[in-house]
């Protein structure tokens, strides 16, 4: 059973910094491609990285590009999402998905392909 757990999220000024870790299970971990996605209230759900850890192949959305990194620790099957210059707008619950489309292909598609998902973790950003 795939198995995805998400911790880091908090309430912060804007400014900061965050690091998300999403922690799977060893099998998705070493086959498949892995997701952030995050969803603000009243709005739709919109994927903001993915990588491979198979060979660490990276997409960032352009809303992201430059604030936010994904990496991986593979002795620990654990996907991060390091967000630095936090904003307003970052508020929302951020989601680690799993057996996503390679990074190459994820922009085609709204969710990224993945079919597994987290419970979320919720981030704050106050002004």
């Known amino acids: 059973q795939v198995q995805l757990v998400e911790s880091g999220g908090a309430s912060v000024q804007a400014g900061g910094s965050l690091r998300l870790s999403c922690a799977a299970s060893?099998?998705?971990?070493?086959?498949?491609?892995m997701a952030w996605f995050r969803q603000a209230p009243g709005k739709e759900r919109e994927g903001v990285a993915a990588?491979?850890?198979?060979?660490?192949?990276?997409y960032y959305a352009d809303s992201v590009k430059g604030r936010f990194t994904i990496s991986q620790d593979n002795a620990k099957n654990t996907v991060y999402l390091q967000i630095h210059s936090l904003k307003p707008a970052d508020t929302a619950v951020y989601y680690c998905?799993?057996?996503?489309?390679?990074?190459?292909?994820?922009?085609?598609?709204?969710?990224?392909?993945?079919?597994?998902w987290g419970q979320g973790t919720q981030v704050t950003v106050s002004s």
């Open positions: 998905a799993s057996d996503c489309l390679p990074p190459a292909r994820v922009s085609q598609y709204s969710d990224y392909g993945c079919e597994y």
């Open positions: 060893a099998y998705t971990y070493s086959i498949a491609a």
């Open positions: 990588i491979y850890p198979g060979d660490g192949s990276t």
